[in-house]
């Protein structure tokens, strides 16, 4: 059942978050120059860094993904399409939104799913990743957040903004994974930090990974495994 | 130096804050039965809550706030004006928007300025407050916003969200106090959970309190005083 996974491999399912709300230039470019070494999938900045993050990585591969409605998700939907329509002008990639929590939490679901679509539609073909903030979350709306998400047409389900405690379990990708179809994936964010998290996130069912650590679990693969890959269980 | 203050005196300057990404329909009512029943200024609800805080309070004097850009800051300033619009047409009063923390930090001056720029005048005469989030700031730092947030054309300088550690302080209160002209106040929030507090700040300085505890504080006031007020040192 395991097989190898290699550098690339991994690297190519890192999203690199740079979301901190006190980092300052300097520091996001610390972190935009470590994703380009290391070549990450892409960074996900905050949305007033896009256009300065997008400039730094053009001779790169790493594309570009920011956050919105980040990280409560209780900003109007009018609020998050104006986000939505700022960031793709800026040059965003990828954009990863936050479920109205409260009204998850409150059982409003066609409130719940009209705002994801309302982001979807403005996304304009972008891919949109909803997080649900599942440390706030019991079980039942987990799954039912899932299947919303799925029914807003999101790409993704994601675990967590990194910012509410908690963060990214297996149990959870696994009951998001079984909640969504085929056609929409699990990103598991949030206390990734290692490179035994980032593989026993990617064996629960993860295919996108949001971290801060991409340094230390890429570097961690490189001086560990047998040439540039280690044996995982299942990814 | 001393005088009393009465119930309806401290009554008048509590936002009372119901933020949590995490409160149900069901927990937000609560909150806005207290409010009315303490008659605070007014209730701090998520964007999305307005349109609901407002119906619910229609025949109370209690006012409805939002915040914009909450909690971070780092929104672009293109969503902060679409929040702001939104929340208009919702029926708030005031708006408190976080300024761009990164932007502080990394001396930003003229962006700062322009991001609180874009939303008083996007705020169209409702009065804005602007939060600094000073547990992610040093003193020269919260100097300076405070200068910038004059500069801006805001009503209030704040201290916190509430959501990043920290609180306000009587320094931090007094110091931001020294860097408005006379024409701004100063609001103190986050860890202002009892009546010694809500007296120590109103004694630094501070005109508007941002608090969940308006039930504890006024109900203290009540309970204490003689009749319904008790001493200060020069509120």
Redesign the interface.
């Known amino acids: 059942m395991s097989h190898a996974v290699t550098e690339a491999e991994l690297a190519a399912t890192i999203d690199h978050a740079i979301?901190k709300?006190?980092?300052?230039?300097?520091d996001?470019d610390g972190h935009l120059a470590s994703a380009a070494e290391w070549g990450v999938f892409s960074v996900c900045v905050?949305?007033?860094?896009?256009a300065y993050a997008v400039e730094y990585l053009a001779d790169t591969d790493v594309v570009v993904g920011t956050v919105i409605g980040?990280?409560?998700?209780?900003?109007?939907?009018?609020?998050k399409?104006?986000?939505v329509?700022?960031?793709i002008a800026?040059g965003v990639t990828e954009l990863d939104m936050v479920v109205?929590?409260?009204?998850l939490?409150?059982g409003?679901d066609d409130e719940v799913v009209a705002d994801i679509r309302a982001v979807v539609d403005a996304a304009d073909g972008h891919l949109v990743k909803v997080i649900l903030?599942t440390s706030?979350l019991d079980d039942e709306q987990i799954a039912r957040g899932s299947r919303l998400t799925d029914a807003g047409g999101a790409a993704f389900v994601k675990t967590s903004t990194g910012?509410?405690g908690g963060g990214a379990t297996a149990a959870h990708v696994r009951l998001m994974r079984e909640n969504v179809g085929e056609g929409v994936q699990v990103k598991a964010s949030g206390g990734v930090r290692s490179l035994a998290d980032a593989l026993e996130m990617l064996d629960a069912g993860a295919t996108r990974l949001g971290t801060s650590a991409s340094a230390t679990i890429l570097g961690a693969l490189r001086a560990g495994g047998s040439g540039d890959s280690v044996d995982t269980a299942s990814y």
């Open positions: 979301l709300p006190e980092f300052t230039r300097s996001v905050r949305p007033s860094d896009i980040f990280p409560h998700g209780t900003t109007s939907t009018a609020g399409v104006a986000e329509r700022q960031a800026d109205n929590i409260g009204w939490r409150s409003f903030e706030l910012f509410a």
